[in-house]
């Protein structure tokens, strides 16, 4: 789902709400995550998931053109780790799969 997506379920769900009040809400709220993460404080979603910086170590690699090895410094990168019902709900909606033959 993309945000135009979200966007458009949103506005079809909520006719109270116009297309523009509804990318204006989407947006602020996604905003304020990212503003958050960067900050380095951790989202937390009952029911869907938490947002949190890990930290990537430095470490040696290499340049796949040369096979010169290459010092690639430490990154923070933003993981997502999904709620027990987000799990459950994911889970439900695997494909049951055939075992009849041919």
Do not use: W
């Amino acid at each position: 789902m993309t945000r135009s997506e979200l966007v458009a379920q949103l506005t079809e769900r909520f006719a109270q709400l116009t297309h523009r009040d509804t990318e204006f809400a989407v947006k602020t709220i996604l905003d304020a995550m990212s503003d958050a993460l960067a900050r380095g404080h951790r989202i937390e979603i009952r029911g869907f998931g938490s947002f949190s910086i890990n930290r990537r170590p430095p470490r040696v690699g290499r340049n796949p053109r040369s096979g010169e090895q290459v010092v690639i410094p430490e990154k923070l990168v933003p993981h997502f780790k999904p709620g027990k019902a987000l799990r459950e709900a994911v889970d439900a909606r695997l494909p049951v799969e055939d075992s009849t033959p041919g």
